[in-house]
């Protein structure tokens, strides 16, 4: 006798998953697929919507407008301190959502697994998933998953989708950016870009580092209840906060002063950019926000990021000077003035 229910018109065991290796077999759409997803996908992110198993999710919303990401994940290494390429999916997919001042409502997940993939690393990423969910509410509601032959991916790449529910009352664009703005960051830059440096076999530093990835749903939700003077999010991450600075003041037609004094870099992370001759300023983020408010509510979205946990050592770093061509001026501790521009190419390749 077997140990399973009937969901919809669908039968979902609740064997265990007794594969040590990810297979070929196991994205061909037969048994061993079916076993992959009932046995181990639906332990993980099973819920009323998902469990029916079917092409396309249908989801219940109310008449508002609705915020869209999509964002493929190819980190390397797969495991890194503070986190690893599930944790990063999540944490980005709702990051990315939430610029638009929207409250996630659903995500989609799908894996490309390379043949061979031990299933105990499958199994710790798909739990450091499901904890970000577990903290924030969210629901996996469809996905995917393929198998490649070894050798035609990096043990395993993940795409994901996200929806949100943007409130009539919110209107968050570059395009709001004006003369006068505050600029904040909920915290110390170019954690997420060290941390993965330094487990790289070329580099392999000893370093307390860790990434700073997390879901930021909640920051702005805090935000966002203290004040709708909010005029552009942007998750800093690939590139760096100079790089987000520089779009963002390309998107608004403005310039832009930040203080190197108010931006927190720790120690560690300025010393191994130092040996390196890496710029911090450039070192992708995985747990940063950069706002742009209106200076008169400016203090008071601060308080409110300072109470989240994941804004305790938010600062204001900037602000908008004058409408022009997209500058972006550094004003150094060593009261010289720097413009900063794009990079010709990534600094670290393969960081999200």
Known sequence: MTNSKNIGNRKINNKKFKDEIIQLSHGDGGIKARELINNLLLKYFGNEILNKLEDSAVLNC?????????????????????????????????NDLVTTGCTPLAISLSFILEESFPVSNFKKILLSTKNVLDETGLNIVTGDTKVVEKGSADKIFINTSGIGLVGNDINISPRKIKVGDKILINGGIAEHGTAILSCRKEFNFKTNIVS???????????????SKNIHALRDATRGGLASILFELARASKTNINIYENKISVKKEVLGICEFLGLDPLYIANEGKMVAFVDRRDAEKILQSMKKNKYGKDSQIIGEVTEKGKGLVILNTELGTRRVLDLYYSEQLPRIC
């Open 212 to 226: 700073d990835c997390a879901p930021l749903s909640s920051l702005v939700d805090c935000m966002t209840a203290a």
């Open 62 to 94: 109310s008449i508002k407008k609705i915020a869209y990401t999509t964002d493929s994940f190819v980190v390397n290494p797969i495991f890194f301190p503070g986190g690893d390429i599930g944790k990063l999916s999540i944490c980005g997919t709702i």
